[in-house]
């Protein structure tokens, strides 16, 4: 078998990307890179040039390695020399279920959950169901022609896209006059419009290991600004994330309970991470990540840490994982 780290893509997360499988490729030193372009085309990376890249979040990775080619042809190739593909991807076709299809398709191996519960993982609303469905407790959805009744009823709306990570695209509404900026939102992409809910944000990510899944230690998250958005996750040193938690033992137990409970409900596999509010009457569930940010600075890496595995211990465990589907 031969490690690929497969990153970069053509959605607004391939930033993400190129950081989280810096980390990657540090834990894998004899991985080789495959970088998916923007034009579409694979190509080969230097690892030189990943490492050296200082601004990750900001600007864009430049590479010029030999090219592999479209990502359909790419994945025949890797079933063909058996590949193991350790995707450092977010978002778009890596997070929708449709490049896990095309490796189904082709019989490639692959880190990550397969197409069908990344499908579901990656429709907001779809995902809101299906754990309400097992016992998770999950904000009430409003509708986009009640938006005016709702934020009279509510006080302050949040909106995000369905389909989108990173907390691209999210915003908030506490004012009449900012519901258009709504509805200009919603004639572009689908937006998923709740309540805001008061409360500390938390996160759970969940490990397939070893035959059975456990529940990491959740992440309690206190952005400087207040608001948990791309800038607090990435570029702000001012952003605290507490893990282990200052919880009490029953809000993390809740927490890790209903991690679990969506990891299974959308059939995830290898490992997610699901985002939380902790409110007065408990924690209340917002979405789940199939494929999570693995940066330096990502929560799933630091709930890793305090449970006490090492990142390196946790890609082996997914590489192992995905060789024996």
Not at 182 to 196: H, N, V
Not at 296 to 311: D, R
């Amino acid at each position: 078998m031969r490690n690929t780290i497969l990153f970069g893509g053509q959605n607004r997360e391939r930033l993400v990307s190129v950081a989280s499988t810096q980390a990657i490729a540090r834990a894998l030193p004899e991985a080789e890179l495959w970088f998916w372009g923007s034009d579409g085309v694979i190509r080969t990376c230097d690892r030189a040039v990943l490492m050296e890249h200082s601004r990750p979040f900001e600007t864009e990775l430049p590479v010029s390695g030999e090219p592999v080619g479209p990502i359909e042809s790419a994945i025949e190739r890797a079933a063909r020399e058996q590949r193991v593909l350790v995707l450092g991807m977010h978002g778009g076709m890596a997070e929708n279920g449709e490049l896990a299809a095309l490796c189904e398709k082709h019989g490639a191996r692959f880190t990550g959950s397969g197409a069908k519960a990344s499908r579901l993982a990656f429709d907001k609303l779809a995902t809101k169901e299906t754990v309400a469905e097992v016992g998770v407790a999950t904000p009430p959805t409003l509708a986009l022609d009640d938006a005016a009744s709702s934020l009279a009823t509510y006080g302050k709306l949040v909106a995000k896209p369905i389909a989108d990570g990173s907390s691209y695209g999210l915003f908030f509404v506490d004012k009449q006059e900012e519901l258009a900026e709504l509805e200009d939102a919603a004639q572009k992409e689908a937006y998923l419009i709740e309540p805001f809910i008061a409360g500390v944000e938390a996160t759970c990510g969940v490990l397939e290991h070893e035959g059975r899944l456990i529940a990491l230690p959740p992440v309690e998250i206190r952005p400087a600004d207040g608001v948990f958005d791309y800038a607090a996750k990435y570029l702000s040193p001012k952003t605290n994330e507490l893990c282990p938690s200052s919880f009490d033992e029953h809000v993390n137990t809740s927490l890790q309970t209903m991690a679990l409970k969506a990891h299974s409900a959308v059939g995830a596999r290898g490992y997610s991470r699901s985002d939380f509010i902790i409110t007065a009457d408990g924690p209340i569930f917002l979405e789940i990540n199939t494929l999570p940010g693995l940066t330096n600075s990502s929560l799933f890496p630091k709930a890793l840490a305090a449970h006490g595995l090492g990142f390196g211990e946790f890609l082996q465990g997914q590489i192992e994982l995905s060789s024996s589907r």
